[in-house]
């Protein structure tokens, strides 16, 4: 299904003064996270015209039309707002005249107004729609902040991942997510995941029930929303099993497209799973960084049979 959001929340969100309150806003729902300015358009070009997009008037275009005759402008904006656009948004207080607003009246088409520069604002709205459109799916895990690095961990139902978020944001990390993560693809190389409404800030734990991780604990120990780093998958140990001993070949995890470096943990009794997250994230950033141990040992393995045998 296609992602969408709707005018009036991307008014509201963004504060935008609607100029035309008889037109239903709740009704209209944006699909591209593109924007246009019509330059061509105004001029009468409409080849190619990706009328679908988010219409931006800023003062240059606002005072083109202005500098035409009456009946030139009237013709000019109605060719323009009669092709299907969504909303045009005027910017940098260059409020439309009378006859503009009867003519997106006439077709429709809300006209909104921002009180900011047209460049400051294509900037915050190209960012707002990149987030509300982004690709989007549900995850069933657990994401945590530890050390400023998104841990996603993943597992079977029971296996433990509510526990060690526990044991993580008692150590001082952050919950974004228990159960349930929403994950945003925001560029090709970013997944951004967050909690639904419904289960924000709250920890499912067996034998004691929902627990409320932002009020027992405090607001520093939650967060929004997390760029996911890493992902550990939890399992249960198995005897025959084979597991990655020295990491020289990392693993990843496709999510929406996007790889992600990824750990398989063997989980047993007595091992300390909160310390375990804790140490593969400070040892991904520790890569990220350019130091990998597990190349490190390999050079001075290989540093040392080159010395043994040049002796």
């Not at 035309?20 to 009468?44: C, F, V, Y």
């Not at 000019?76 to 940098?92: K, L």
């Not at 526990?166 to 929403?182: I, K, N, T, Y």
């Amino acid at each position: 299904m296609k992602t969408t959001v709707t005018l009036s929340k991307l008014a509201e969100d963004l504060n935008l003064r609607n100029l035309t309150p008889e037109i239903d806003m709740t009704t209209i729902e944006l699909t591209s996270q593109e924007i246009n300015r019509p330059a061509l358009q105004l001029a009468g070009y409409f080849e190619h015209f990706s009328h679908e997009r988010v219409q931006i008037i800023g003062y240059v275009e606002y005072t083109y039309i202005l500098a035409k005759e009456e009946e030139e402008q009237h013709a000019c904006f109605e060719n323009f707002v009669s092709r299907g656009v969504p909303c045009v948004i005027f910017t940098a207080l260059t409020e439309p005249t009378e006859d503009m607003r009867n003519t997106a009246n006439k077709y429709g088409v809300p006209i909104l107004l921002s009180e900011r520069t047209t460049s400051s604002f294509m900037v915050e709205i190209i960012r707002y729609l990149g987030m509300e459109l982004a690709p989007r799916l549900s995850m069933h895990g657990v994401l945590v902040d530890v050390y400023g690095e998104g841990v996603l961990i993943m597992g079977e139902s029971g296996i433990g991942k509510s526990e060690a978020a526990l044991e993580l944001v008692r150590r001082g990390h952050r919950l974004v997510s228990d159960d349930v993560v929403v994950v945003r693809k925001i560029s090709d190389a970013e997944l951004v995941g967050y909690a639904p409404d419904v289960t924000k800030h709250l920890i499912e734990l067996r034998g004691i029930g929902i627990i409320d991780v932002k009020t027992l604990y405090g607001v520093e120990h939650v967060k929004d929303s997390q760029a996911i780093d890493l992902i550990i998958k939890l399992e249960d140990w198995k005897k025959d099993g084979e597991y990655d001993r020295l990491g020289l070949e990392e693993q990843t995890t496709e999510i929406l497209g996007t790889k992600i470096v990824s750990h398989a943990i063997p989980i047993r009794p007595g091992r300390n799973l909160a310390v375990i997250v804790e140490t593969a994230a400070v040892n991904h950033r520790q890569k990220k960084m350019g130091y990998n141990a597990a190349q490190e040992l390999y050079r001075r393995v290989q540093e040392n049979i080159m010395n043994k045998r040049g002796n």
